[in-house]
């Protein structure tokens, strides 16, 4: 059983998209869950996005993290 999920937010050309993956404690693979089928025009309606397709996690505690890209890096 996972101990929380971790959703990634990047900010990329096309716009905003998102993928979750499930930690748990001791172990160094984390488990897929779920990724935006588009990009989003902002960052909200990403976190939207991946808080509805999510939802039936229930109560595992989320950890967001976000990366933009500027002119080819990452910040």
Do not use: Y
Request: with cysteine; charged share 20%.
């Amino acid at each position: 059983m996972s101990d929380w999920v971790e959703i990634k937010l990047e900010h990329q050309v096309g716009g905003w998209v998102w993928f979750a993956v499930s930690i748990t404690a001791g172990s160094s693979v984390p488990l897929v869950l779920g990724q935006s089928h588009e990009a989003f025009p902002t960052e909200d309606a990403a976190r939207d996005d991946a808080s509805k397709s999510l939802k039936e996690l229930g109560g595992l505690p989320v950890r967001w993290i976000k990366q933009v890209r500027h002119n080819g890096c990452w910040m």
